[in-house]
């Protein structure tokens, strides 16, 4: 394992990915590349009060966080499954990391999910964490 990917929404919940990603990445000296997906749309329209104010700031901590592991960070836009998807593509990541949240309720609505649509078209390996302890 040479190149992890984890996707986040800067949430509670997906910081636990996170930290399992950079933890999973040490214990194989592997490269981290952590991945914000920023939503498409008017800025008003996706404000949320569980996410950090700004993405940037999150992201450039990272690295600092998980010394000894090289962390890298991306942003892109469009939708979070196709972006998480393709750049771990187009990085040769060898594991996707994502949190299962979202992943719960009804099996139909579950379906769509990121963590399962990941799981789905994932060109690699993919690891899920439980995040429910951050709900």
């Given at each position: 394992m040479k ?11 997906a910081?636990l ?15 981290l590349?952590?991945?914000?997906v920023a939503?498409e ?5 996706v ?10 700031a999150?992201?450039a901590?990272l ?23 393709e ?6 990541a ?34 899920v964490?439980d ?5």
């Amino acid at each position: 394992m040479k190149k992890i990917l984890v996707g986040t929404d800067t949430t509670a919940s997906a910081d636990l990915a996170v930290r399992d990603a950079a933890e999973l990445a040490r214990a194989r000296g592997a490269e981290l590349l952590v991945l914000y997906v920023a939503p498409e749309g008017e800025l008003r329209a996706v404000v949320d009060p569980s996410k950090a104010a700004s993405p940037e700031a999150y992201l450039a901590g990272l690295v600092q966080r998980f010394e000894g592991v090289t962390t890298t960070t991306r942003v892109e836009q469009g939708d979070p499954a196709e972006r998480i998807c393709e750049v771990a593509a187009d990085e040769g990541a060898d594991t996707i990391v994502v949190g299962n949240r979202g992943a719960h309720g009804n099996w139909w609505r579950v379906r769509d999910s990121i963590p399962n649509l990941v799981l789905r078209h994932s060109p690699c390996s993919v690891y899920v964490v439980d995040t429910r302890k951050a709900q």
